[in-house]
């Protein structure tokens, strides 16, 4: 009897939560979390890893040359390209300044400890340039750790969907699945509304995209509205999980599973070169508003592990000081304990990143 009725259950929850099924770069935007309403964000990361053997691919010679450009391959360095095998633990404090709409600027600060202060400072890194924030010449461990951490930290699918496009092309990006006609039919009125909104009097004499006086266009005008905006994705399916619902996307070179209630990311694997398998613990509040696993664990087959905890994370509405201030004063404190600055390749970045 009790099978029976989660079995009625299911069917009747179905439609109604397929009615709002997501898309599947939708699925990697750290599903209901709040929106980043601030110009500064920062988080502070403890990054564990465990190198049980070192591969000595082609992949891991190339990823050898970014060592001192890539913001994470620090981390990444210890699995991919690791110095020695066994157990390393880094922290790093991450800084980003919003600038413009879209794009951000980023400061990375290396420590040798978890307090994080002044004289564990070991290493500074801007990144100014955010199309540098990932590269197709990175590891594959690397843009899969960045795309996680911008997913998220800034609810931002770019990065993440950027490399599972480039691991598996069946994978179907927001623009690919639009439907172009409610698209269009959207941004016809809201063209329209614009313009009455800036000049009453033209309503008199604009035809209202959405309500036209031919009763034909009407009719294929209510047509399009009642069709989804993107097309249905047959790799997205609704699954139980003993208690709960998942949506699970099942693509040839990628699988995933996402909390249904939040979408929230709860296990990824892809089947590239190397199997690698992410599942990701806990959700929770850190500064009240916004939520963020405790960690994630990233397993590269069954030989490297890399455990990313969050130690905080907090966005606040303005940043005060700009993000070459901050290079200049985080220089200095590595000035004043006297460890080695490679200034060449300091001034190469900031050049580089303008």
């Keep these: 009897m009790k099978f029976l009725f989660k079995y009625i259950l299911f069917f009747l929850i179905s439609p109604l939560v397929l009615a709002s099924m997501p898309t599947e770069e939708g699925l990697f935007r750290n599903g209901d979390n709040a929106d980043i309403k601030?110009?500064?964000?920062?988080?502070?990361?403890?990054?564990?890893?465990?190198?049980?053997?070192?591969?000595?691919?082609?992949?891991?010679?190339?990823?050898?040359?970014?060592?001192?450009?890539?913001?994470?391959?620090?981390?990444?360095?210890?699995?991919?390209?690791?110095?020695?095998?066994?157990?390393?633990?880094?922290?790093?404090?991450?800084?980003i300044v919003k600038k413009g709409e879209?794009?951000?600027?980023?400061?990375?600060?290396?420590?040798?400890?978890?307090?994080?202060?002044?004289?564990?400072?070991?290493?500074?890194?801007?990144?100014?340039?955010?199309?540098?924030?990932?590269?197709?010449?990175?590891?594959?461990?690397?843009?899969?750790?960045?795309?996680?951490?911008?997913?998220?930290?800034?609810?931002?699918?770019?990065?993440?969907?950027?490399?599972?496009?480039?691991?598996?092309?069946?994978?179907?990006?927001?623009?690919?699945?639009l439907n172009k006609d409610k698209s269009y039919l959207y941004a016809r009125y809201k063209r329209y509304l614009q313009a009455i909104k800036k000049d009453p009097e033209l309503k008199l004499d604009l035809e209202n995209p959405k309500l036209p006086e031919d009763k034909k266009q009407r009719e294929a005008i209510s047509k399009i509205e009642a069709m989804p905006m993107y097309l249905k994705s047959n790799a997205i399916s609704l699954q139980k999980n003993d208690n709960t619902f998942m949506w699970s996307l099942n693509r040839e070179h990628v699988q995933a599973s996402f909390d249904q209630r939040h979408l929230f990311l709860t296990s990824l694997f892809i089947n590239s070169l190397k199997n690698i398998r992410v599942n990701v613990e806990n959700f929770i509040l850190y500064d009240g508003v916004h939520?963020?696993?405790?960690?994630?664990?990233?397993?590269?087959?069954?030989?490297?592990?890399?455990?990313?905890?969050f130690l905080s994370y907090r966005v606040y509405p303005k940043s005060s000081v700009k993000i070459l201030e901050r290079i200049k004063y985080y220089s200095k404190q590595l000035e004043r304990q006297k460890d080695t600055l490679d200034t060449t390749s300091f001034v190469n970045l900031l050049y580089q990143s303008k």
């Design 38 to 95: 601030g110009d500064l964000i920062t988080y502070k990361l403890k990054i564990h890893s465990i190198v049980k053997e070192q591969e000595k691919d082609v992949e891991s010679i190339e990823a050898t040359k970014d060592v001192e450009t890539n913001p994470l391959l620090v981390a990444d360095s210890q699995t991919t390209v690791p110095a020695h095998l066994g157990e390393n633990t880094n922290y790093i404090k991450v800084i």
């Design 102 to 177: 879209k794009n951000y600027q980023y400061l990375f600060l290396f420590y040798s400890h978890q307090d994080f202060s002044a004289n564990h400072l070991v290493k500074i890194l801007p990144i100014l340039n955010p199309r540098r924030i990932s590269s197709p010449s990175y590891s594959e461990l690397t843009r899969l750790n960045i795309g996680l951490l911008q997913m998220l930290t800034l609810n931002r699918s770019t990065e993440i969907v950027n490399y599972i496009k480039s691991v598996d092309p069946t994978f179907k990006r927001n623009t690919e699945v």
């Design 291 to 309: 939520q963020l696993p405790s960690k994630y664990i990233i397993d590269v087959n069954e030989l490297e592990k890399l455990t990313v905890s």
